[in-house]
């Protein structure tokens, strides 16, 4: 049904995206400053590497950086000023490839204009980054290959797109088979009423388009996707009170999922699993999402769907996988994760992280590299 009305929201976003916003102090709300977990120290480093101009436009709502990059091709989803792509640039080194795509020229631009700086900067001979200029529901348009990229991040962005299930249907396809969506957005607490949907202000904070957390599933599922798996949460304080005002009863969380597009093979089997250890930056544990952590030796009892993202996604290398009950050479004893209650509600994953937080955050990254918004 609402088509023109897609393409005048598309519009909206580019002229508050291009025109209106010209740093990231010119933020109505907080929704993109929510600040994502504690930084791993050779992230902060990447992302020190980068340039200010391109840092300051930069207007995301997480941090988008998985595990396990070495050699990847990525794809960023509404790269804006190119942030992410060049600190994960260098996290996916020479030989790896980085592509951003963003449909705000100017912010392509920005990203475009430091390429020769960045590159000189990591000691690259060929530049591993691209920019291309184009919509999130035309991949292909924009000259991206069929099942092409290892992993797909975007931050912050596809709240902004009016039609959801288009651009994960795109994303899907785009990705090799094993291959990975991890991506932080916003997601209300129920169906958006249209008064909030049609909200200018609204679209461009991230808030107006953004889905109901439960239709995620549904979509994602739809696709082909595996069940999203959700890695952090935090809820947005909107902090702006004739705003406030209007959103009512709503809330809404900033979260970040993994969505893995699986071989369609049989099903695997619950087993259980050993990390190896050894992933930069993450040598001793890994911390795969909200309800799986694994440490280094030590034998994890998982379910059926874990068990086929570790053993048909880039993970494979990095764990041991043997029946329920067999004890494992080299391990250190085994946890089962029979008594946990999956977490799956990112409002509920928001409140208990909030209650485990110290008063006062130390080293989190906000959304926009730090930068906290007055006013």
């Known amino acids: 049904s609402g088509r023109p009305r897609d393409a005048e929201i598309q519009e909206d976003v580019q002229n508050y995206y291009g025109k209106v916003l010209k740093t990231n102090a ?7 400053v929510t600040p994502a977990k504690p930084v791993p120290k050779y992230i902060r480093e990447a992302l020190q590497n980068v340039h200010e101009e391109v840092t300051s436009r930069y207007y995301g709502c997480g941090l988008v950086i998985p595990e396990r990059l070495e050699n990847c091709w990525i794809l960023d989803l509404g790269s804006g000023s190119g942030r992410d792509c060049y600190a994960l ?8 490839r980085v592509t951003g795509i963003d449909m705000t020229k100017s912010q392509v631009e920005v990203a475009q204009n430091h390429l020769d700086y960045h590159m000189e900067k990591f000691g690259f001979q060929v530049p591993n980054v691209t920019f291309l200029h184009g919509c999130l529901e035309k991949l292909a348009e ?3 290959q069929n099942e092409s990229y290892d992993i797909a991040i975007s931050n912050c962005v596809i709240n902004l797109v009016p039609d959801k299930q288009q651009v994960l249907q795109e994303v899907y396809k785009v990705l090799k088979h094993g291959g990975e969506l991890y991506f932080s957005d916003v997601y209300a607490s129920l169906e958006l009423p249209e008064d909030i949907k049609t909200h200018k202000v609204l679209w461009g904070e991230c808030l107006g388009g953004a889905l109901y957390w439960k239709d995620l599933d549904v979509l994602a599922q739809k696709i082909g996707f595996s069940p999203p ?8 304080t909107i902090q702006n009170k004739e705003l406030e005002r209007f959103i009512g009863d709503c809330r809404f ?26 992933i930069p930056g993450h040598e001793k544990e890994l911390i795969f999402d909200a309800n799986f952590t694994f440490k280094e030796g030590e034998a994890i009892e998982v379910d059926e769907e874990t068990a ?11 764990f041991l996988f043997r029946p329920v009950g067999e004890m494992l050479p080299g391990s250190k004893g085994c946890s089962t994760v029979e008594s946990k209650d999956v977490i799956t509600d990112p409002f509920k994953l928001a409140e208990e992280s909030d209650k485990m937080k110290p008063k006062h955050a ?3 990254a906000g959304g926009c590299c730090g930068k906290k918004k007055s006013g």
């Open 229 to 236: 798996r959700l890695v952090t949460a935090n809820i947005i």
């Open 142 to 144: 924009a000259g991206i």
């Open 253 to 278: 969380v900033s979260a970040t999922f993994r969505l893995f597009k699986l071989p369609k093979t049989e099903a695997a089997k619950r087993c259980q699993v050993v990390y190896n250890g050894g």
């Open 89 to 96: 640039s260098q996290l996916v080194g020479e030989k790896g």
């Open 26 to 32: 010119d933020l109505k709300t907080n929704a993109c």
């Open 362 to 364: 130390s080293d989190a």
């Open 308 to 318: 086929a993202v570790l053993k048909n996604s880039r993970f494979v290398q990095d």
